[in-house]
């Protein structure tokens, strides 16, 4: 009789069952299932520059809330979760010590450096241990491999280029099922505990009512929250029209901080999208979530292209820009007092709340790498230490983007404050009769200036 095989299912930002190609796989080439995450303590530390704490107090509530609910969907099906404190090399290598019959360990990759360097340590340990390493790409809606281009040096620099040609010449993979019992844990394995805030040296947050991010961490709620913006609400069906918002939960999806820890799949939004408009309507604002999910590939993508380049100072095409390290500048822009009443709401939600509407992030990017010229990782490095929704790509591209230094086509774009602030944010009075109040969207009003400055010159 063959020996029996254990398989270590190491998740880290992929906490689902859904469509999650690590279980699919291990379910059919293991007799025995680990699921593992760790905490690692390199989260805890400061961020890379500006020693930011890189894992604020509202990621850490989510990631705590997703490794709940994972555990006790792993219970209902015959698991549990493994958690332990500590480097995943170093954990997965005592536990291979420990059981002395590890077959293989698989894990999804990722695309940042750090991320990217445990991989290969847990290679370096699994080849000294001669156990296997299965490793997928899970967390795009395409699939790294189907992307129509050679290699990813070809990845067009312009989103539209990249859309146009994925769109024309790739197909997004059907969602793989999800386990109805998942594989045993072999006997004699601590569970481990989950740790506490304090645990991990961090304070609780304390709940703003205003939040226009009100919910909890996992896959059961992020499934919950599709089902109520798609087939509660239909939201979905107007998304287009109130995307820009800031106000109330339902103006976008809020897919976003489930997204960054993997409790939702791409590819199941995707296919709940297409099922609706089958079964409901099928609009722009459907497709738009699409196109937004698409922008998120793309920077991933982008991310695969540029290696560490995308957190360098000049950036992808790198330009040299003399930026500003005026930390009484940024303190001012860090703690909503720069005097722009646009910019200071919101910096001051993002820190009472961890979440920022797109509208938002975008003007205070601007701001602070156009108007106030300050070095734009400063910026990135805050948004990474507050963000619920922090995903590295996401991130770093988007502010790369703004700071005019990634793939932003156009020539020096600004944004203009004033404008931006009237048309988005301008309600000092009560919302007029049979205006919809949480998730108004705005006109444009032609007498208020236009969106962006453009200047060939540097602006400071
Ligand atoms: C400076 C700056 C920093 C940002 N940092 C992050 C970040 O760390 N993590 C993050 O997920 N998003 C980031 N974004 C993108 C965007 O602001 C958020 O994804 C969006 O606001 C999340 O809300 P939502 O889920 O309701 O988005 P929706 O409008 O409902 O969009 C649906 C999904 O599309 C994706 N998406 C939408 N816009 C973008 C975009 N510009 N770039 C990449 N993906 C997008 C997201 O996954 C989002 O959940 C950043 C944008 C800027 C300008």
Same mark, same amino acid.
């Not at 995450?37 to 990631?63: E, I, S, V, W």
């Not at 490793?135 to 290699?151: E, K, V």
């Not at 280029?161 to 010449?169: N, S």
């Not at 004699?188 to 304070?203: A, D, R, V, Y």
């Given at each position: 009789m063959s020996a029996s095989r254990t398989v270590i299912c190491l998740l880290r930002n992929?906490?689902?069952?859904?469509?999650?190609?690590?279980?699919?796989?291990? !379910?059919?080439?293991?007799?025995?299932?680990? *699921?593992?995450y760790c905490f690692d303590p390199r989260h805890y530390q400061g961020t890379y520059h500006f020693n930011f704490p890189k894992t604020g107090p509202f990621r850490l509530r989510f990631l705590l809330d997703s490794v709940k609910d994972l555990r006790a969907t792993l219970r209902k099906r015959g698991s549990t979760l493994l958690v332990r404190q500590g480097k995943p090399e170093d954990v997965v290598s005592d536990l291979i010590q420990q059981l002395g019959s590890v077959t293989a360990v698989a894990f999804h990759e990722e695309v940042a450096s750090e991320e990217r360097n445990v991989e290969k340590k847990l290679k370096a340990i699994c080849c000294q241990n001669k156990v296997k390493v299965q490793t997928f790409w899970g967390s795009t809606l395409y699939h790294r491999d189907d992307l129509p281009f050679t290699h990813i040096g070809g990845l067009p620099d312009v989103y539209t280029q990249f859309r146009k040609v994925v769109e024309g010449q790739s197909r997004v993979r059907p969602v793989l099922s999800t386990p109805a019992q998942v594989k045993s844990l072999p006997v004699g394995l601590e569970e481990g505990t989950i740790p506490t805030f304090e645990g991990l040296g961090q304070t609780e947050p304390v709940e703003d009512c205003r939040s226009v991010f009100p919910c909890r961490g996992?896959?059961?709620?992020?499934?919950?929250?599709?089902?109520?913006?798609?087939?509660?609400?239909?939201?979905?069906?107007? &998304? @287009?029209?109130?995307?820009?918002?800031?106000?109330?939960?339902? &103006?976008?999806? @809020?897919?976003?901080?489930?997204?960054?820890?993997?409790?939702?799949? *791409?590819?199941?939004? &995707?296919e709940q999208i297409k099922k609706y408009e089958a079964e409901r309507t099928a609009n722009q604002s459907t497709y738009w979530v699409i196109f937004e999910l698409l922008w998120r590939d793309y920077f991933k993508f982008v991310g695969l292209k540029y290696g560490n380049r995308i957190f360098h100072m000049n950036g992808l095409q790198d330009k040299h820009v003399s930026w500003k390290t005026d930390m009484t500048l940024f303190n001012a822009w860090k703690e909503g007092r720069t005097g722009v009443p646009f910019v200071d709401a919101n910096m001051r939600e993002l820190a009472l709340t961890g979440f920022m509407s797109n509208r938002g992030r975008q003007n205070v990017a601007s701001f602070l790498t156009k108007d106030l010229g300050l070095d734009w990782r400063q910026g990135a490095e805050w948004f990474e230490y507050l963000l619920v929704d922090h995903d590295v790509c996401s991130n770093y591209g988007n502010w790369l983007y703004s700071a005019g230094i990634g793939n932003d086509p156009r020539e020096n774009r600004k944004f203009n404050m004033i404008k931006q602030g009237l048309d988005y944010d301008n309600n000092s009075?009560?919302?007029?009769?049979?205006?919809?109040?949480? /998730?108004?969207?705005?006109? !444009?009003?032609?007498?208020?200036?236009?969106?962006? &400055?453009?200047?060939?010159? @540097? /602006?400071?």
């Amino acid at each position: 009789m063959s020996a029996s095989r254990t398989v270590i299912c190491l998740l880290r930002n992929d906490l689902r069952l859904h469509d999650n190609e690590v279980f699919h796989w291990a !379910q059919r080439n293991a007799d025995h299932i680990i *699921p593992l995450y760790c905490f690692d303590p390199r989260h805890y530390q400061g961020t890379y520059h500006f020693n930011f704490p890189k894992t604020g107090p509202f990621r850490l509530r989510f990631l705590l809330d997703s490794v709940k609910d994972l555990r006790a969907t792993l219970r209902k099906r015959g698991s549990t979760l493994l958690v332990r404190q500590g480097k995943p090399e170093d954990v997965v290598s005592d536990l291979i010590q420990q059981l002395g019959s590890v077959t293989a360990v698989a894990f999804h990759e990722e695309v940042a450096s750090e991320e990217r360097n445990v991989e290969k340590k847990l290679k370096a340990i699994c080849c000294q241990n001669k156990v296997k390493v299965q490793t997928f790409w899970g967390s795009t809606l395409y699939h790294r491999d189907d992307l129509p281009f050679t290699h990813i040096g070809g990845l067009p620099d312009v989103y539209t280029q990249f859309r146009k040609v994925v769109e024309g010449q790739s197909r997004v993979r059907p969602v793989l099922s999800t386990p109805a019992q998942v594989k045993s844990l072999p006997v004699g394995l601590e569970e481990g505990t989950i740790p506490t805030f304090e645990g991990l040296g961090q304070t609780e947050p304390v709940e703003d009512c205003r939040s226009v991010f009100p919910c909890r961490g996992g896959e059961t709620e992020a499934l919950a929250r599709l089902k109520h913006y798609f087939w509660d609400t239909n939201a979905v069906a107007a &998304y @287009k029209e109130t995307r820009n918002g800031m106000i109330g939960v339902d &103006y976008s999806t @809020k897919f976003s901080p489930w997204l960054a820890l993997g409790c939702i799949s *791409p590819r199941y939004i &995707y296919e709940q999208i297409k099922k609706y408009e089958a079964e409901r309507t099928a609009n722009q604002s459907t497709y738009w979530v699409i196109f937004e999910l698409l922008w998120r590939d793309y920077f991933k993508f982008v991310g695969l292209k540029y290696g560490n380049r995308i957190f360098h100072m000049n950036g992808l095409q790198d330009k040299h820009v003399s930026w500003k390290t005026d930390m009484t500048l940024f303190n001012a822009w860090k703690e909503g007092r720069t005097g722009v009443p646009f910019v200071d709401a919101n910096m001051r939600e993002l820190a009472l709340t961890g979440f920022m509407s797109n509208r938002g992030r975008q003007n205070v990017a601007s701001f602070l790498t156009k108007d106030l010229g300050l070095d734009w990782r400063q910026g990135a490095e805050w948004f990474e230490y507050l963000l619920v929704d922090h995903d590295v790509c996401s991130n770093y591209g988007n502010w790369l983007y703004s700071a005019g230094i990634g793939n932003d086509p156009r020539e020096n774009r600004k944004f203009n404050m004033i404008k931006q602030g009237l048309d988005y944010d301008n309600n000092s009075g009560p919302p007029a009769k049979g205006r919809k109040g949480s /998730s108004y969207t705005p006109r !444009q009003h032609k007498d208020r200036g236009i969106d962006f &400055y453009f200047s060939n010159k @540097k /602006s400071f």
